[in-house]
């Protein structure tokens, strides 16, 4: 098993920035993946960004260059850095980690953005 907590929310004005982090424990050797999704009210989870081992990324198009994922040198914290805020960047923010062919959720952190 593998636990995800994330911490960084928080209230911001437009324009601001924000660091979100996520801690990963438990049985975390063979994580080969770590994401960050959001889903705003009424919507969707989407993919935000997206980290392989190898260091590879991947943005949303909506997020890229504001955006910037990473991880920490022993692969257990996964960050975003969010740049650039805009009132639709409003939503609960998840850390999703791959690993064998399962699938681990932290429990949200809130991000609201006001105009």
């Known amino acids: 098993q593998v636990q995800l907590v994330e911490s960084g929310g928080g209230l911001v004005q437009a324009g601001g920035s924000l660091r979100l982090s996520c801690v990963a424990s438990?049985?975390?050797?063979?994580?080969?993946?770590m994401a960050w999704y959001r889903q705003a009210p009424g919507k969707q989870r989407e993919l935000v960004a997206v980290?392989?081992?190898?260091?590879?990324?991947n943005y949303a198009d909506s997020v890229k260059g504001r955006f910037t994922i990473a991880t920490n040198s022993a692969k257990n914290t996964v960050y975003l850095q969010m740049n650039s805020l805009k009132p639709e960047d409003t939503a609960v923010y998840y850390c999703?980690?791959?690993?064998?062919?399962?699938?681990?959720w932290g429990q949200g952190t809130q991000v609201a953005v006001s105009s």
């Open positions: 999703n980690v791959l690993k064998g062919l399962g699938q681990y």
């Open positions: 438990g049985s975390i050797f063979g994580i080969h993946l």
């Open positions: 980290i392989g081992i190898n260091g590879q990324t």
